[in-house]
């Protein structure tokens, strides 16, 4: 990362992105082993574990578009300290509780506890950026990479000794993230709104070229789930290695801390913002073509260690190939996506313009995850073993052209008229 644009940004700019990196250092260092404490330590099976993952993203993603408003209507400020706060109490309970309730209490308040800091956080760095937003939301991105790889690092430090002291050291790092925005970050003035919660909700909903955005755009959300998904189940596949996973990890996240900015700088000379959002989602729909090429070809691996390391190496290229393009499809995309967002909806109401696309994204992300999960189950190994890469191309083909679509028509343009439907609200 270029050390030039991070001190480019603002104070409260810079203090997000720091505060972006505590977020995942706290989140990444208790979520990947709260799986193996609840099944290894508290004897719960896999239904029981699986219903309080999924309430934890339940509780985060159905409440997007409530913390997005609240942000624009109370102030982001609020929302991010609240949002850290409540963490703390989270990340405690799951040290301190080991009933199911419990357990299912924590689980709502971690998730509800991201929606209302996540839409807040994007929100005031959009505001906070000026004109140099994908910029931003690059460094933005290089700290929540540099999260993602030391949080689990900490995390299985801190297992070998107790998982209650991995749910000790997460709510100390968000009580001095809560600490960090009480003494440091400014407060934003709040924009009065004209219409009531209802009349902003319809207004988002009225707006056409933001739904026709929010659809396309969704494409990257349902393929982003496929990094903890069909990416690590396919190279377990092949290598016959639980481990084998990390690499995928670690692949994706150092060309995300190393690439993102110079990525980001090299689209902002040669392409601009539109081109890039529709580059970014082909690339990541392309890269499932070297999986979906050699499928047929690659076996499962019994697991039986008679391959030598060369033969498991080569049966994992496709798999490595793929996230290395996946990974830079994303680079390429996210930050653009962050730019255009209140220019296809309104800097007005960010917050809530955020929490519907984040809320609409993890809808269809949740449905391409099921089918792909459902492909695998069925013809994982098969002749057939093919058909979830390629229903994962065509997601990303389909969201490309969306917004190559909308790039032509002059639809992701700062100077292009709002529909009639949308009222009184600008485009910019």
Same mark, same amino acid.
């Given at each position: 990362?270029?050390?030039?644009? #991070?001190?480019?940004?603002?104070?409260?700019?810079?203090?997000?992105?720091?505060?972006? #990196?505590?977020?995942?250092?706290?989140?990444?260092?208790?979520?990947?082993?709260?799986?193996?404490?609840?099944?290894?330590?508290?004897?719960?099976?896999?239904?029981?574990?699986?219903?309080?993952?999924?309430?934890?993203?339940?509780?985060?993603?159905?409440?997007?578009?409530?913390?997005?408003?609240?942000?624009?209507?109370?102030?982001?400020?609020?929302? %991010?300290?609240?949002?850290?706060?409540?963490?703390?109490?989270?990340?405690?309970?799951?040290?301190?509780?080991?009933?199911?309730?419990?357990? %299912?209490?924590?689980?709502?308040?971690?998730?509800?506890?991201?929606?209302?800091?996540?839409?807040?956080?994007?929100?005031?760095?959009?505001?906070?950026?000026?004109?140099?937003?994908?910029?931003?939301?690059?460094? #933005?991105n290089v700290f929540a990479h540099a999260g993602t790889l030391v949080g689990p690092l900490l995390g299985a430090a801190l297992l070998s000794v107790d998982f209650r002291l991995i749910a000790t050291s997460a709510c100390v790092a968000f009580a001095v993230l809560t600490v960090a925005q009480l003494a440091v970050l400014p407060h934003r003035d709040i924009e009065r709104q004209e219409n009531g919660v209802l009349g902003s909700?319809?207004?988002?909903?009225?707006?056409?070229?933001?739904?026709? #955005?929010?659809?396309?755009?969704?494409?990257?959300?349902?393929?982003?789930?496929?990094?903890?998904?069909?990416?690590?189940?396919?190279?377990?596949?092949?290598?016959?290695?639980?481990?084998?996973?990390?690499?995928?990890?670690?692949?994706?996240?150092? %060309?995300?801390?190393?690439?993102?900015?110079?990525?980001?700088?090299?689209?902002?000379?040669?392409?601009?913002?539109?081109?890039?959002?529709?580059?970014?989602?082909?690339?990541?729909?392309?890269?499932?073509?070297?999986?979906?090429?050699?499928?047929?070809? %690659?076996?499962?691996?019994?697991?039986?260690?008679?391959?030598?390391?060369?033969?498991?190496?080569?049966?994992?290229?496709?798999?490595?190939?793929?996230?290395?393009?996946?990974?830079?499809?994303?680079?390429?995309?996210?930050?653009?996506?962050?730019?255009?967002?209140?220019?296809?909806?309104?800097?007005?109401?960010?917050?809530?313009?955020?929490?519907?696309?984040?809320?609409?994204?993890?809808?269809?992300?949740?449905?391409?995850?099921?089918?792909?999960?459902?492909?695998?189950?069925?013809?994982?190994?098969?002749?057939?073993?093919?058909?979830?890469?390629?229903?994962?191309?065509?997601?990303?083909?389909?969201?490309?052209?969306?917004a190559a679509a909308m790039r032509r028509r002059g639809l992701l343009a700062r100077s292009s008229e709002p529909n009639r439907s949308e009222g009184k609200e600008t485009s910019a």
């Amino acid at each position: 990362m270029s050390g030039t644009t #991070f001190r480019g940004l603002s104070p409260a700019a810079r203090l997000l992105v720091v505060n972006q #990196f505590g977020i995942t250092l706290g989140f990444y260092m208790l979520l990947p082993f709260l799986a193996s404490y609840m099944s290894g330590q508290l004897g719960y099976g896999a239904a029981v574990i699986g219903l309080v993952l999924g309430i934890r993203n339940l509780s985060q993603q159905g409440m997007f578009l409530v913390g997005g408003t609240a942000a624009d209507r109370l102030g982001c400020r609020p929302m %991010i300290i609240t949002g850290c706060a409540l963490r703390v109490v989270a990340f405690g309970s799951f040290g301190l509780f080991t009933s199911l309730p419990g357990l %299912i209490v924590a689980a709502v308040l971690t998730g509800l506890a991201g929606a209302l800091f996540n839409p807040a956080v994007r929100t005031y760095l959009i505001h906070e950026a000026g004109e140099r937003r994908a910029e931003a939301f690059a460094v #933005f991105n290089v700290f929540a990479h540099a999260g993602t790889l030391v949080g689990p690092l900490l995390g299985a430090a801190l297992l070998s000794v107790d998982f209650r002291l991995i749910a000790t050291s997460a709510c100390v790092a968000f009580a001095v993230l809560t600490v960090a925005q009480l003494a440091v970050l400014p407060h934003r003035d709040i924009e009065r709104q004209e219409n009531g919660v209802l009349g902003s909700w319809r207004e988002v909903i009225a707006n056409r070229r933001f739904v026709a #955005f929010t659809l396309s755009l969704s494409a990257y959300f349902a393929l982003y789930n496929q990094l903890y998904l069909t990416m690590p189940l396919e190279i377990q596949r092949v290598s016959g290695l639980s481990w084998s996973i990390a690499a995928v990890f670690v692949v994706s996240t150092l %060309i995300g801390v190393f690439g993102q900015v110079r990525i980001t700088d090299w689209c902002r000379r040669n392409w601009g913002a539109g081109r890039s959002v529709s580059t970014g989602l082909f690339c990541m729909g392309a890269s499932f073509l070297p999986v979906l090429l050699t499928n047929p070809f %690659i076996p499962t691996h019994s697991g039986a260690g008679d391959d030598s390391w060369l033969g498991i190496a080569l049966a994992c290229l496709p798999v490595l190939l793929g996230t290395v393009l996946f990974t830079v499809g994303m680079a390429v995309t996210n930050p653009f996506a962050m730019e255009l967002l209140p220019i296809v909806g309104s800097e007005r109401l960010a917050g809530t313009y955020y929490g519907f696309y984040y809320l609409v994204s993890s809808v269809v992300a949740a449905a391409v995850s099921w089918l792909a999960g459902s492909l695998l189950d069925g013809f994982s190994g098969s002749a057939l073993g093919w058909l979830p890469w390629l229903a994962l191309l065509l997601v990303g083909l389909a969201g490309g052209s969306g917004a190559a679509a909308m790039r032509r028509r002059g639809l992701l343009a700062r100077s292009s008229e709002p529909n009639r439907s949308e009222g009184k609200e600008t485009s910019a």
